[in-house]
C-alpha cells in the first residue's frame, strides 16, 4: 500500500512540474507565443475587420473556429466588442469615445483600457445602438455570452492539464495578451504616437510599418483612414500580417474580401480638369492630399537648403515644417505663432499652405453644385500652375491626369 501511496504521489509531483505534455521551457514558450498570436489573428479578422466593419465575409467554418477561440482565449462578448469599436469610431476624440487618448489621457488608456472596455460593455445604449448585425445563434445564446468566463476557465483548466503548475503563467500571459496589446497599446498609442500617412479627420498614428505582432492593427491611421477596407497596409514597405491570412482563406474559399483602400488611377493629362478629374480627388482625396504633402516636404527642405547656404537663420522654419502640411485644427495652439512666422518669412510656403486649404474646400462645401465644384478645381488647377513654384506646378499637371 505504501508503494502505491508512493507511486501516486510521485505521479502527481511530476504532473505538478511538467503535465501531461513534457516540453523544455522554450517549447512552451512558443506554445504561449503561437497561442496569443491566434487570440490576435481571431480579434482583428473576425471581431474587427469582419463583425465591425464588414470589410469581408468569413465562412462558418473560420468563423465558429474563431469564436470559440475567442470565448476560450478572452472571454469577450462579440456584440459589445464590436459595439465598443463602432462607436469609438463614429464618436472618436470627443467626450463620448470609449476610449480616447486625447480625451481622457495616454497614460488612462495605456494602463486602464480592458477597464474602460468593461465599462463601456455595461453600457446598454451602446450595445442597443452600435451592435446590430453580430451573432445571435443558439451557440451564442447559450453559450458565448451567457458563460462568458467560463471559456476562459476552460482555458486554465487545459494549460494546467498540459503543463502542470507552470501552465498557470501560460494562462496569464494569454488572458493579459489583449488588454495590453489592443485595449493599451492600440487604443492608446495608436491615437498618440507613430507616423501618420494619411491627414485622417482624428488623431489616429500607425504605430508601426510592419504590422505583426498584433496582427495588422498596428496600422492604425491607415485604418481610421479607410475603416471597411480589410487590408490595412498601404505603403509598399508596411506589412499587414493579417491581411496575408485573410488572402490565404480566400484561396481556399474561407472569406470574401469586400474592399481594400482605393488607388487613384493616372491616365492621360487633361487639357484642363474635367468632371472626371473632380470625382477622382473625392474619391482619393486622403492619398491626393499625402502626395500634396510629400510636394511641401519636399519644398521646405529646398527652403532649409536655401536659408543654410545664406548662412541664415534655421530655427523658426524647422519648429513648424512639421504643421505646414497639416489640418488646420490639428495644429496645437503652441505651435501656432512659430507656424505663422515661418509663413510670412517664406511666401512659396505660404502660397502652398493656402492652396492646399483651397483644394480641401472642393469636398469639404457640400453647398456648391457638382458643376460649380469642376469650376473650382479648374480655377484651382489655373493658380497652381501659374504660381511659379515648381512644384506645385507638376502636383497640379499629374491631378489633371487624375481618374477614379
Not at 503561437?34 to 474587427?48: C, D, Q, S
Not at 463583425?51 to 474563431?66: C, K, Y
Not at 488572458?175 to 504616437?193: C, D, E, Q, R, S
Not at 469642376?374 to 499629374?398: K, M
Amino acid at each position: 500500500m505504501l508503494d502505491l501511496y508512493s507511486t501516486v504521489l510521485g505521479a502527481a509531483i511530476d504532473w505538478l512540474g511538467h503535465g501531461l505534455w513534457h516540453l523544455a521551457w522554450w517549447q512552451i514558450l512558443l506554445y504561449t507565443l503561437a497561442t496569443t498570436h491566434i487570440t490576435i489573428a481571431a480579434v482583428t479578422i473576425f471581431l474587427h475587420r469582419t463583425q465591425t466593419h464588414r470589410a469581408m465575409d468569413l465562412g462558418p467554418i473560420p468563423s465558429h473556429l474563431f469564436r470559440f477561440w475567442l470565448w476560450l482565449g478572452t472571454g469577450m462578448v462579440t456584440k459589445e466588442w464590436v459595439s465598443i469599436h463602432r462607436k469609438h469610431h463614429a464618436k472618436c476624440e470627443t467626450e463620448e469615445d470609449p476610449h480616447s487618448p486625447q480625451i481622457k489621457g495616454i497614460d488612462e488608456v495605456l494602463w486602464r483600457g480592458a477597464e474602460l472596455y468593461r465599462a463601456e460593455s455595461k453600457n446598454k445604449e451602446t450595445l442597443e445602438r452600435f451592435g446590430h448585425g453580430t451573432p445571435d445563434d443558439w451557440l451564442e445564446r447559450n453559450l458565448y455570452s451567457r458563460y462568458a468566463w467560463q471559456g476562459v476557465g476552460l482555458m486554465l483548466v487545459i494549460n494546467l492539464a498540459l503543463f502542470g503548475a507552470i501552465g498557470m503563467a501560460v494562462w496569464a500571459v494569454q488572458m493579459l495578451w489583449i488588454p495590453i496589446t489592443a485595449a493599451g497599446i492600440v487604443n492608446g498609442i495608436g491615437h498618440y504616437w507613430g507616423y501618420r500617412n494619411f491627414e485622417a479627420p482624428d488623431a489616429s498614428r500607425n504605430v508601426s510599418p510592419w504590422g505583426i505582432i498584433i496582427g495588422g492593427e498596428e496600422l492604425h491611421n491607415n485604418h481610421h483612414t479607410y475603416p471597411t477596407s480589410a487590408k490595412f497596409s498601404v505603403k509598399k514597405y508596411e506589412f499587414d500580417i493579417g491581411w496575408i491570412y485573410i488572402c490565404m482563406m480566400q484561396k481556399i474559399g474561407w472569406a470574401k474580401v469586400k474592399k481594400v483602400p482605393p488607388k487613384l488611377q493616372i491616365g492621360d493629362m487633361q487639357p484642363v480638369a474635367d468632371a472626371q478629374t473632380l470625382q477622382a480627388l473625392i474619391s482619393n482625396r486622403y492619398e491626393v492630399m499625402a502626395a500634396y504633402a510629400r510636394e511641401m516636404r519636399h519644398t521646405t527642405k529646398d527652403e532649409l537648403a536655401r536659408l543654410k547656404a545664406r548662412g541664415a537663420d534655421l530655427s523658426v522654419l524647422n519648429a513648424a515644417k512639421r504643421w505646414l502640411h497639416r489640418d488646420d485644427d490639428k495644429v496645437p495652439a503652441g505651435a501656432r505663432s512659430g507656424l505663422m512666422q515661418a509663413r510670412a518669412e517664406h511666401p512659396i510656403l505660404d502660397k502652398m499652405v493656402t492652396m492646399r486649404e483651397e483644394l480641401r474646400e472642393l469636398w469639404l462645401n457640400t453647398s456648391n453644385s457638382r458643376e460649380q465644384l469642376v469650376v473650382d478645381l479648374r480655377g484651382w488647377c489655373v493658380r497652381a500652375e501659374a504660381s511659379g513654384i515648381a512644384r506645385l506646378r507638376a502636383f497640379s499637371a499629374r491631378l489633371r491626369a487624375a481618374r477614379d
